[in-house]
């Protein structure tokens, strides 16, 4: 937008927006409109719609708008205007009425808040705006919702304050928290307090004790702490409010968590919660789930916030165990949503009591678990008019997976024999009343801890096995299929009791036939194919036999590929003579629908999901190369080679016909690569026409997969020297399109795929070819490209990048015997000496302004090869890249001080390990964020 347009035209735009019906109009407004707010000209416009007070859509595009520039285009404006733009905001807040619309309220309270918090020249912005609107009643609203978002904008992303910004709000916030504390309790004293002044006290309340600035002493002696309690046993408190008020005491308990320091706030709270049960029962009895949810909340955070003194201390002070039974008492309520609440703090229980590893400890949680447990059975009872298998797609599938979740992690504390015990014994003593839903609900618990059954045991599983190999075909589907899925979990049970082994497969396969079952099924006969292959190999031919009719079982496609992987465990222990003939049946099974595919007309596009999907069989192809691994002896022909290089016509003239379509590409290098992964070197047959076919069809379509298929031919072959400079061609060929698409604008961030598989080829190639690498004309253009890609914050592909560059410096301190000692330290010093100060910089950029914090551990690993390589050369480019850092920002306030920054350069040059550098790096980010 190159001038300002008048208001007119932006009103007019704004009723195009919001009034006029043509769709068309509408999206040219919205694209325009969006336009203005991008622009400088959208303050100006901003502050004179405000003025006008033209309409309500105009006011909240005004609003919304000044928020936006605040939040995010700070930098526009230059420091003088500051007090101006401040002053302007309290002007038109100044005009709020009670009949001002709610949503225009918020977008001025967080502009203003957001100002506030960036302009380190208005010092003390709370107290300023309590003084200056404190007295007034119309104002109290705004002043409330002004002084709730202040101290949640702190940590806002868009605003990056930084750490010495951000802690020299919160002193400020902590000397306001007097008048605020003291604003707050007058409204909830006032003879006038309504719900909706008392919800937005109670919100207010939430955001101090966020960010603690509120003196416990302080808290615990007014009467606000209460007032939310108060609220909470009331019966007939109304929803919305009983919500806020659950919101407050849980923001007051997280704000507890270090009861040391928060002593006096941590007991006043506990005494507060203590009062709560009755009111809890209350709400159960009169089925106010709400309620009970808001009650579990409150119960819930206060069992996290103590969990310490839980596990150092049980049952004494703040590790009583009245907590544990409250939390029990809301497990056990009717809905399984109550439940859920509580999983986390059972998690984070679990996890201490493992890593306190005292078993009389441990011991006197023991009947806590058991009760957890049995409640969570009882949850996860399906619907008694329940038709068919189990749902794991909707709600109650998602809570069953946690409740599964959960036991596996927690049973320990009561041992899986003992909880898979508990289970049956249940089931035994109430045989002839229990429904199919209870029966159904223990075995799926018990399927959550039979992989934890010693294998040795020989009392309880037996009979478990036995009673559901007996099961009859009128039991309920869903009892027969979590049956199925337990049988599947015992796998390694029954490798160890080969007696049962037989009958297993008679039941599976009875399985198989029942289209509900047949997936699950073939699921668990994957698994006793994994676990038992050293004795199922004299079932391969039944195997076989299955996989031959496997489409008629209507079979995922999942489980499909399950069963495939399973039958090649299998060949892959057989003798090797036999290895040949069943790896080349099971493919042809594959191959034939796929030659049938090849063979239909250009013009016939394949229905994704369909027989005519070449990637069905190309999947199941890939599965039966990746899993059959038989057992080959230096020097012996690999049984599953001359398959293989029969097999390559079928997969060259896929990547032929489909050579367009990037789904069907990528699954044909993907079955291509884990062909030459089960053969190695047996392949070698098929480099050069693989390589001239990988190269032929890159230069016209680009896909991603050929780089990736290329660093799996490096990593096989790239160790042989007869075959590097072929490789080196190769890859060669791939770096002139793949610059082309990469210099594109916005080229690295619309790629990552390809940026990912380039830097993970060139990696390989280090890794297994150094030298050749290293001298190819190939190292300084990757080295560019790689500087250009640090700040690209996708994980993967910066990951990649980041690997190739450590692999890339490190190699300057690896040896070769056929090369002169020092070749690659003389290559590597030579590149840095031109390009390691741009690394440096681009590195320490890429951690402070663009990548996620989890992924700059990668970036100062880099770093710290710089300096195991030459220290005094990292030392002298960092000192030079911290200088580009701003010091202060737009809004005046210290970034970082020159201590700060000087004390970074010591702590990363004086790095005994990588870690001292990633903590160093994650200090420095701290501030500019």
């Known amino acids: 937008m190159d001038s300002m347009p008048n208001l007119e035209t932006v009103i007019h735009a704004l009723n195009a927006l919001y009034q006029n019906p043509d769709v068309v109009g509408k999206e040219k407004a919205s694209v325009w409109l969006g336009e203005l707010q991008r622009s400088v000209f959208a303050w100006q416009i901003a502050d004179q719609l405000l003025r006008l007070n033209h309409d309500l859509n105009s006011c909240y595009f005004a609003a919304q708008t000044m928020r936006t520039k605040i939040q995010y285009s700070f930098h526009e404006l230059p420091a003088t205007a500051h007090a101006s733009l401040r002053d302007s905001l309290l002007d038109h807040i100044s005009k709020i009425s009670t009949s001002t619309d709610n949503v225009i309220v918020t977008q001025l309270s967080l502009a203003l808040a957001d100002l506030a918090l960036q302009m380190a020249t208005w010092k003390n912005p709370a107290s300023d705006l309590i003084q200056k609107f404190g007295d007034k009643p119309e104002h109290t609203g705004f002043l409330l919702e002004i002084l709730t978002v202040m101290p949640e904008e702190i940590h806002s992303r868009p605003l990056r304050l930084g750490a010495n910004r951000r802690a020299e709000v919160t002193h400020e916030l902590g000397q306001a928290a007097t008048m605020v504390l003291h604003l707050m309790t007058t409204c909830i004293e006032s003879p006038s307090l309504d719900v909706k002044l008392q919800m937005k006290v109670y919100r207010c309340l939430v955001s101090w004790f966020n960010i603690s600035a509120i003196p416990q002493e302080m808290t615990v002696n007014s009467k606000l702490l209460m007032a939310p309690f108060h609220a909470l046993i009331n019966k007939d408190c109304p929803s919305s409010l009983h919500e806020v008020a659950c919101d407050c005491v849980c923001a007051a308990l997280y704000c507890a968590e270090d009861f040391n320091k928060y002593t006096i706030l ?128 909707d709600e109650f599938g998602d809570f069953r997976t946690r409740v599964s979740e959960l036991i596996k992690d927690i049973v320990f504390i009561i041992g899986s024999s003992a909880c898979f015990s508990q289970m049956f014994h249940n089931l035994k003593s109430q045989s002839s009343i229990a429904t199919w839903t209870v029966t159904e609900a223990a075995l799926y618990v018990m399927t959550a801890v039979a992989k934890n059954i010693l294998p040795e045991e020989s009392h309880i599983v037996p009979e478990v096995v036995q009673s559901i190999l007996s099961l009859p075909e009128s039991t309920h589907i869903a009892v027969r299929y979590t049956g199925i899925q337990l049988i599947g979990e015992l796998s390694e049970w029954i490798d160890l009791h080969p007696q049962f082994l037989d009958p297993v497969l008679q039941f599976l396969l009875s399985g198989l036939q029942h289209q509900k079952l047949s997936t699950i099924t073939a699921n668990s006969l994957q698994n006793i194919c994994q676990i038992c292959r050293d004795k199922m190999t004299g079932h391969f031919q039944g195997l076989l036999h299955i996989v031959q009719s496997m489409d008629s079982f209507h079979l995922s496609n999942d489980a499909a590929l399950g069963l495939l992987k399973g039958s090649a465990l299998i060949l892959g222990r057989m003798p090797n003579e036999k290895v040949t003939e069943g790896f080349k049946e099971l493919c042809l099974v594959q191959v034939n629908p796929l030659n049938e595919v090849l063979g239909q007309s250009v013009e016939n596009k394949p229905k994704q999901g369909s027989d005519s999907d070449p990637t069905i069989w190309l999947d199941r192809l890939a599965a039966i190369f990746r899993h059959t691994n038989p057992t080959v002896v230096n020097g012996q022909i690999h049984p599953c080679q001359t398959v293989i290089h029969e097999l390559w016509p079928v997969l060259s003239s896929t990547c032929t016909r489909y050579q367009a379509d990037v789904r069907i590409i990528e699954r044909c290098c993907r079955c291509i690569r884990f062909a030459v992964r089960c053969v190695g070197k047996g392949s070698s047959m098929l480099l050069q026409p693989l390589v001239t076919q990988m190269i032929s069809i890159y230069q016209q379509h680009k896909h991603s997969c050929f780089l990736y298929l290329g660093s799996i031919l490096v990593d096989e072959y790239g160790k042989e020297s007869g075959c590097q400079q072929g490789l080196l061609d190769m890859t060669e060929s791939f770096l002139g399109p793949t610059f082309k698409l990469l210099e594109k604008t916005n080229g690295l961030r619309n790629h990552p795929d390809t940026v990912d598989d380039l830097f993970r080829l060139c990696l390989r190639f280090i890794q297994r070819a150094p030298a050749v690498f290293l001298q190819s004309s190939m190292v300084k253009p990757m080295l560019c490209c790689a500087i250009a890609a640090c700040s690209l914050d996708h994980r993967d592909a910066n990951a990649s990048v980041m690997k190739f560059l450590s692999e890339l410096v490190s190699s300057a301190n690896k040896k070769d015997a056929k090369e002169k000692p020092d070749l690659y330290r003389n290559v590597v010093e030579v590149i840095l000496q031109e390009h390691g100060q741009f690394l440096v910089q681009a590195l320490l950029h890429a951690c402070v302004f663009s990548l996620p914090n989890y992924m700059a551990a990668d970036a100062t690993e880099v770093i710290y090869e710089l300096m195991l390589v030459n220290r005094e050369n990292l030392s002298k480019w960092l000192e030079h890249s911290l200088q580009t850092l701003p010091t202060e920002s737009t809004g005046g306030a210290i970034t970082a001080t020159h201590k700060q920054l000087t004390d970074f350069h010591k702590d990363v040059t004086s790095a005994k390990d990588c870690k001292q550098v990633t903590h160093a790096f994650r200090d420095l980010t701290r501030l500019y964020r």
């Open 266 to 393: 941590a007991q006043a709270l506990f005494h507060g919660v203590m009062t709560l049960p009755e009111a809890y029962h209350l709400s159960v009895a009169d089925e106010d789930t709400d309620k009970s949810i808001n009650y579990c909340r409150v119960f819930t955070e206060m069992a996290e916030s103590f969990i310490q003194a839980i596990v150092d201390s049980p049952n004494q002070g703040f590790g009583d165990f009245r907590i544990l039974e409250l939390l029990l008492t809301c497990v056990g309520h009717y809905q399984y949503e109550v439940a859920d609440i509580t999983f986390n703090f059972w998690y984070r229980l679990s996890e201490l009591l493992y890593q306190k590893n005292v078993q009389i400890v441990t011991d006197l949680f023991k009947p806590y678990i058991e009760r957890l447990i049995v409640a969570l059975c009882r949850h996860c009872e399906m619907d008694l008019d329940h038709e068919g298998i189990p749902d794991g797609d």
